[in-house]
């Protein structure tokens, strides 16, 4: 058999409920990798080996065989977990225990996950970057993996755990995936509860997943949702390339990976055409800020009155922005974004899935922020299925990819292709 930490997620599984593997084995295997790497990237807020292994020695003792049985799985720590403590990227929980875990997390554990530790994330899944660095860099020149599901994103990019949770409320899963080189997943706004997740804007906030393969990806999410993504090769697949209102911002490295991606879609058998963007769209960008941070504004009241001077300047700032905000402008917002979803499906009826950026180009250097979530934000407003998909490397050596999007609840259609974009791209000549 080949090495554990190479196998896919269905063949872990599968190896494990056939026996061939135990837990324990394929933990163990995760576990060392961690170790070794851990001191370097800095991806993991909490890992508890032993625990982790005990996990696996209990399921190799059930006999029992559910779907992700044996998987090792990285939670998120803006994610609830009764056995490990979770701080939501911030000192004010700095010895936060919860008693239960998150919907989330408790359905990975039915499924027969093993749940390896709790990685890091920004500030409440904001803006103050934590200590992790991009694995796809240079150890002396650190570079960001973004935000802010940073932790997971360099995780599964060093291979010490084949999935990560993440959340994305404006660029979260996307953006990390695509400075990191991995697949990032957000399924349909909704798709997964939030019960026991810290909230930031509960009508933007998505659960989703990082991931080494599409195929991975949407094995995990179709579990936990309890659905299966056929991820069938799509006949005669109709493409729009969306530039986004934000195409000037977009770097060189940015605009190469989009044209190849389309390249090689075409090549495939995509029919790809040009997507005119609704003119009226263009204020989504903003829109996306404005709610968020109304919502956020809400959301952390509590905090606020009793512990904001351990707020980072950072967020500090952000939720001083969303206090000078105009209920008429956040109520503008709220009406924008219901009119383009409404309008969602004549964007929809000459293409099957859209392609745009994921981020500007490659990583910023450094770690003093995560980076700009500009192509993300207005996905994330819409609610629609996202898949970033790695393409290659940009003029500085890291990552670049794009984004494939497809309407609300087309997250099959979505995932599949996206897998025919990674496979296209790996058996490229």
């Known amino acids: 058999m080949r090495d554990i930490t190479s196998l896919s997620v269905k063949e872990l599984a599968a190896a494990v409920s056939r026996r061939e593997l135990t837990a324990e084995a394929v933990t163990r295997a995760y576990t060392e990798r961690i170790a070794a790497l851990e001191p370097q990237v800095q991806a993991w807020q909490h890992v508890d080996a032993e625990r982790a292994l005990d996990q696996a020695r209990a399921l190799d003792r ?12 990285g939670v998120k720590d803006l994610m609830d977990t009764a056995d490990l403590p979770t701080t939501y990227g911030s000192p004010i929980y700095a010895r936060h225990q919860p008693q239960l875990d998150a919907a989330c997390v408790a359905s990975c554990r039915e499924a027969g996950a093993v749940i390896l530790g709790k990685t890091v994330t920004t500030e409440f899944a904001t803006f103050q970057p934590g200590p992790t660095r991009n694995p796809r860099a240079p150890l002396d020149a ?3 993996p973004g935000g802010s599901s940073s932790g997971s994103a360099a995780a599964v990019a060093a291979g010490m755990v084949p999935l990560a949770f993440g959340t994305q409320t404006a660029g979260s899963i996307v953006r990390p995936a695509s400075y990191c080189g991995v697949v990032g997943y957000k399924p349909t706004h909704g798709t997964l509860p939030l019960a026991g997740v810290k909230p930031l804007s509960p009508s933007l906030d998505t659960i989703g997943v990082l991931a080494r393969s599409v195929e991975d990806a949407a094995f995990f999410i179709g579990v936990l949702a309890r659905t299966e993504f056929s991820l069938v090769r799509p006949a005669a697949l109709r493409v729009g390339l969306c530039q986004t209102p934000h195409w000037d911002r977009a770097s060189g490295d940015a605009r190469q990976a989009l044209a190849d991606a389309a390249r090689r879609l075409e090549q495939g058998g995509a029919r790809v055409t040009d997507l005119t963007w609704p003119a009226a769209w263009d204020g989504l960008t903003q829109a996306q800020i404005d709610i968020m941070g109304h919502e956020a504004l809400a959301a952390f009241a509590p905090e606020r009155r009793q512990h904001a001077t351990l707020f980072s300047a950072a967020f500090t700032d952000f939720l001083a922005a969303a206090r000078r905000l105009e209920g008429a402008r956040v109520a503008a917002a709220y009406a924008l974004a219901d009119q383009a979803r409404c309008a969602l499906a004549s964007v929809f009826a000459d293409v099957d899935v859209l392609l745009a950026p994921s981020a500007e180009g490659e990583a910023p250097a450094g770690l003093g922020a995560t980076g700009n979530p500009l192509f993300n934000r207005l996905w994330t407003l819409l609610g629609v299925p996202c898949v970033h998909v790695p393409t290659g490397v940009g003029a500085r050596g890291l990552p670049v990819g794009v984004t ?13 292709a996206a897998q025919l974009l990674q496979h296209s791209l790996q058996t490229r000549s």
């Open 62 to 73: 059930g006999g029992a065989s559910g779907p992700l049985q044996g998987v090792p799985v």
């Open 142 to 144: 650190p570079h960001t």
């Open 404 to 416: 494939v999007i497809g309407p609300r609840w087309g997250d099959a259609q979505t995932l599949a």
